[in-house]
């Protein structure tokens, strides 16, 4: 089993900054894969961003060039850097985590609950 737990959510104004964290506990994976995907009500579960044990990252284009994916192994915390944004990124953000499948195939992946294990979510306002 593996617990997620995002923090670092809050409320900003457009073109603002935040980042976001989600700290992994529990069974480690060799290929591993985590990203951040988003929940908006009334709409499809987005996929943000991702990164693999290779070191690889994917990134949805409606987020690229803004946000910033990145992992302290050592610690074992998954971060978001979130810049520019605009109201159209508010909603919650899931950490999502898996095994053997790299960061391109989690993309698309990560917004279906089979994928592996999903945080609760941490929200994000902007405004």
């Known amino acids: 089993q593996v617990q997620l737990v995002e923090s670092g959510g809050d409320s900003v104004q457009a073109g603002g900054s935040l980042r976001l964290s989600c700290a992994a506990s529990?069974?480690?994976?060799?290929?591993?894969?985590m990203g951040w995907f988003r929940q908006v009500p009334g709409k499809e579960r987005e996929g943000l961003a991702t990164?693999?044990?290779?070191?690889?990252?994917a990134y949805a284009d409606s987020v690229k060039g803004r946000f910033t994916i990145s992992k302290d192994n050592d610690k074992n915390i998954l971060y978001l850097q979130m810049d520019s944004l605009t109201p159209e990124d508010t909603g919650t953000y899931r950490c999502?985590?898996?095994?053997?499948?790299?960061?391109?195939?989690?993309?698309?992946?990560?917004?279906?609950?089979?994928?592996?294990?999903w945080g609760e979510g941490t929200q994000v306002t902007v405004s």
């Open positions: 999502a985590a898996s095994w053997a499948v790299t960061a391109h195939a989690a993309l698309g992946a990560m917004v279906h609950p089979d994928f592996g294990y």
């Open positions: 529990g069974r480690n994976y060799v290929k591993w894969c």
């Open positions: 990164l693999d044990w290779r070191g690889i990252t």
